[in-house]
């Protein structure tokens, strides 16, 4: 038998205790051997769980309990996550997890850790919620170059963008429904400013090309300026609008950005509608695969969470299992965001000469008149050249969000 | 450096090799070893390749070179791939292979022969091309039960019904341009028949439910009898028309069949176009998670052979690495497919009172007119069920395709 800790009995952690309680007979059939939760760290008493009589205060109780060997933290925060996390496995005892703000800040140091000790440090969870994609990209990408990675990595964001393209509703009436329905959080700036999705598309760039980029150093642009002309200009022009993580390198450095993005409905990412998620990765040999599910919810993160558990499990005693390796990036590894240009589309406040306006900048580009506005996709710009167009067009631009 | 061996130097025999050498150095970074091909078998010579000088005909070449370790199999067919797969798990090598035929017919007994031997069987390139689909199902689904796997899986039949859907072309017509452009074989048969979708789907059903079925004893009905008007009939319900690879449990048992489905576009894998595959799984804590790629090709498919290799590399030496494990099906794990009830979607010539006999028999379900037809979408009804259904219409029925 195999006794787990949890740190942080809130939505993932009870969900994580669920998992493997009702689902302990597939689990014992893969495995072969029976997981059992022995300890749950909370601040609070659940005298109403099953898991109640397992709840302790004192972090001590798990980190010097010689039975425990795997802890799965899923406190949310980078504090004291990453302070249990490190002293974990300082300890010898592997962790898991789904925080991906710990993932994203401190990743490269606790996969260090973990392999110094002889542990692992898996955190399958933090993208995509139960949507498998860390293992696969260590392991079934193994054999290939990562090109690309794009990503709807954030629920709420998506639901309330699929809300307002199909429904026409206002960006400020979608979110108030999603807040009511429990979708978004009284306050969503950490997913509609984009902030959840730079955590996580860092990571899958790290995991891509072997630099950690600093979330709050990389490019990110939220959904809060998108509206409802946005989104019947995407329509008019047969795409979806999506936030969009994306990395690549750039002239050999790594390019992490979060941004609106209108995509072409041909892309598989346009179809990823609600609170799903999807990500695309582009590799030189498999060319472009998806990976779609529920990004977050209870019972599919819970059921990353205890695939991590699994995984230690399996390979327990066993030297130099795989592992993801990434080190933390330094200024130079940033790709130049000036350097990198993406098509947009442009919308100005429409006027009885716009069209001839644009066509002297943009020339035969494809336009579209939407409501009052005349909208126009340009070829690719860095953001300097974009801003110049636009300028040198000489109407009201109202709006600029890049293409995929 | 680990010592590979190629059986077959086809389209994924060469393409392997080619992603071992021109991935070389990826492949070295994520592993800290290097790999080789050090033999090629094939009843043919090379000799403009730049693997030309490792081709032997002789299979004992191979099977006593102690330095080889690996031995990746993608000859295709049962015999002699099956034999030297068994001579070589035999003498201590690890096997990796793109050849559902064998994995179909012989999975269960080759994967015991691994254990028995303490190598490895691996065959993530036999279902879905380059798509991580069977180690993601048995390591990162590990803690879900399966409640079922619907995929679309053959790439040639998938292009067929696209172009059918999209151009309105008839079947006759789209097969030989696939045929032209190299997306169909000569003979078609064992793609539009059904036949290479059955043994994938009874591959996965394996991995979902521990029973490998006889892909020759699965109900398997092809696409040769889809016509443009049954595209267009699909069109007006807001569907779309796929070979579809189905398992689920009835009653406990195993059910897995291949049929042509019609799908509403709001199921993700309505937009799964062209030569590209989608699996979808749904699995009980995870929900519906779908893996989607190139299904089929040369880079794409060796791209999964190699991430095999990789896999075996990376945990040569340990005992006990998690592998796949499914038994041979008796007769009492075939599920009843009589008591398998799907809905319906079925063609009648149309006539004056057609709609009021179709009200007769379906109540208020939703029907279209479609050209010279009537077509009508039922409950869930059993073969016996909807065969009866059909007939006390008193229409002459001209098509009948389930719905997923």
Do not use: W
Request: aromatic share 6%; with cysteine.
């Amino acid at each position: 038998m195999v006794n787990v800790a949890i740190l942080g009995f809130g939505v993932v952690g009870s969900g994580a205790a669920e998992v493997l309680t009702d689902n302990r007979r597939v689990i014992e059939k893969n495995l072969g051997k029976t997981v059992a939760v022995k300890r749950i760290l909370d601040l609070r008493d659940f005298p109403d769980s099953p898991f109640g009589a397992l709840v302790t205060h004192d972090f001590n109780d798990i980190l010097n309990d010689p039975e425990i060997s795997i802890v799965a933290e899923m406190m949310g925060g980078s504090h004291p996550a990453y302070d249990f996390t490190k002293a974990c496995l300082e300890a010898g005892k592997s962790v898991v997890t789904s925080n991906k703000e710990v993932v994203a800040n401190f990743g490269a140091e606790l996969l260090e850790l973990a392999a110094k000790n002889g542990v692992r440090y898996l955190f399958e969870a933090s993208v995509g919620g139960g949507i498998p994609i860390i293992r696969p990209m260590v392991n079934d990408l193994a054999s290939n170059e990562i090109i690309s990675v794009n990503g709807i990595l954030n629920g709420t964001t998506n639901y309330i963008l699929t809300k307002m393209l199909d429904e026409g509703a206002s960006y400020e009436d979608v979110l108030k429904d999603a807040q009511a329905k429990g979708y978004a959080e009284r306050n969503p700036a950490a997913d509609v400013e984009g902030l959840d999705a730079a955590r996580k598309i860092v990571i899958l760039a790290a995991l891509s090309f072997g630099k950690l980029l600093n979330p709050n150093k990389i490019y990110c642009e939220g959904i809060t300026k998108i509206s409802s002309e946005d989104a019947e200009t995407a329509k008019a022009f047969g795409c979806s609008v999506k936030l969009i993580g994306h990395t690549e390198l750039v002239d050999g450095k790594v390019l992490a950005m979060v941004s609106p993005r209108m995509i072409p409905c041909s892309n598989p990412l346009a179809g990823v509608s609600d609170v799903f998620n999807g990500i695309l990765v582009d590799a030189n040999m498999l060319g472009e695969c998806m990976f779609y599910g529920k990004g977050a919810g209870k019972p599919p993160t819970a059921s990353a969470v205890v695939a991590d558990i699994i995984d230690i499990v399996a390979h327990m005693g066993q030297d130099g299992v795989r592992a993801p390796k990434f080190e933390v990036a330094t200024d130079a590894d940033y790709a130049d965001f000036g350097a990198y240009a993406t098509k947009r589309c442009f919308s100005f406040a429409n006027t009885v000469d716009a069209a001839d306006k644009i066509h002297k900048v943009f020339g035969d580009a494809l336009t579209a008149v939407v409501g009052e506005r005349i909208a126009v996709i340009s070829e690719a710009l860095t953001e300097k050249d974009a801003a110049e167009a636009a300028a040198k067009v000489g109407l009201a631009l109202v709006s600029s969000i890049r293409m995929l």
